[in-house]
């Protein structure tokens, strides 16, 4: 990496902060939940919506989206699914980024989410004005901003990425000469700087749940378990990356765990991956990476707080009150559209 451009120890304590103090819904007893899962299903229907899931939420949530025609994915696969289908309405159940990248891309569609405030750290880590200045420093470099980015940062950009096609564009705007910022993530960052050689500048932002899995720990834990294979998500730190025997986003690890003939796999993500993971790899034992350890400071361990927001209560509420609907000013989204269009081109 040639330079890395730090966020400040105060608002990382303060992102900090926020993570350990998000709310999370309480489960619903048996006869709840099965109402609430009848009732969201005949809403569903009534206001022609389509559930549009993450990996990382509640199983619950996902079986949900299987059985009425919604989808269950990465970034990548919400935002060409939502732009690909015909529903009126997006109920986006993840984070906050994919309800607005729903949003850019569906101006004429509503989008509605079970909870407004459930962000992420790496969107919080790229405030757009900081960020902006600094690209104004460096007219030279193409703007590269990750998926997990606020609507006025993508604004500010040339590209956007994620994880799963990160490496892939970084590679071919190498092979065009061109040098680039990338934000928001430093360890996202640093690995598609090496896999692909170009001259970048990184903004040192984190994700709270990935930045937690421990190198010294997962080396002992593979002791413990000497056949398994590693997988793990590019947002870790560079020492569980070098231990890994895959790399890759949600859904190319879910691949991964389909197709590696080991029994047993070590995987370093959102553990709510496991739901997709057990039924792509029955009978595979799922182990979650070590989170704790010297330096531990993780609030939530292998579960992103704020996808735990998300729940079937908050989910049958929008539905029912038409409430938390996303809205992006027509000048960002204008903006915003030309760098994610761009990606999802290169990416089909
Ligand atoms: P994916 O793009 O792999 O779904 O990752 C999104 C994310 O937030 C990972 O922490
Ligand atoms: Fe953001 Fe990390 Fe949560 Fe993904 S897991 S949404 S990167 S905080």
Not at 44 to 50: F, G, K, N, R
Not at 305 to 312: D, E, I, T, V
């Amino acid at each position: 990496m040639d330079r890395a451009i730090e966020v400040p120890k105060s608002l990382e304590n303060e992102i900090r902060s926020i993570a350990a103090h998000t709310l999370r819904p309480v489960a619903p007893s048996d006869e709840a939940r099965e109402a609430l899962q009848k009732r969201i299903k005949t809403l569903l229907i009534e206001q022609d919506a389509v559930l549009v899931v993450h990996y990382y939420v509640d199983e619950l949530l996902q079986i949900l989206a299987d059985e009425t025609g919604g989808y269950v994915g990465d970034s990548l696969g919400m935002a060409y699914f939502g732009r690909d289908h015909r529903a009126q309405t997006l109920l986006v159940v993840g984070v906050r980024f994919m309800g607005e990248t729903a949003k850019i891309l569906n101006p004429e569609k509503r989008v509605i989410m079970p909870d407004l405030d459930a962000t992420c750290s790496l969107d919080l880590s790229c405030p757009v004005d900081e960020f902006s200045a600094y690209c104004d420093e460096h007219p030279d470099r193409l703007v590269v901003v990750y998926a997990n980015t606020s609507a006025a940062v993508k604004a500010r950009a040339d590209w956007m990425v994620t994880s799963t096609n990160a490496v892939d564009i970084m590679k071919y705007l190498k092979a065009e000469g061109r040098k680039v910022i990338f934000a928001s993530d430093k360890h996202l960052g640093r690995y598609v700087q090496q896999q692909s050689g170009i001259d970048m500048l990184c903004w040192q932002g984190f994700c709270v749940v990935h930045d937690e899995f421990k190198t010294v720990e997962l080396q002992r834990m593979m002791q413990l378990y000497p056949d398994a294979d590693v997988l793990v998500h590019p947002e870790s730190p560079e020492g569980v990356i070098a231990l890994a025997d895959v790399v890759g986003s949600t859904s190319q690890l879910l691949r991964a765990a389909r197709e590696s003939a080991a029994k047993q796999l070590i995987v370093a993500t959102d553990y709510g991956l496991f739901h997709k993971m057990h039924q792509a790899a029955p009978g595979k034992e799922l182990i979650v990476a070590p989170t704790g350890g010297e330096g531990a400071t993780c609030i939530s361990c292998a579960h992103c707080p704020w996808m735990a927001m998300n729940g079937l209560e908050n989910l049958c509420q929008v539905l029912e009150t038409g409430i938390n609907q996303i809205h992006v000013p027509e000048e960002i989204r204008i903006k915003a559209l030309v760098p994610i269009e761009r990606m999802l081109k290169f990416s089909r």
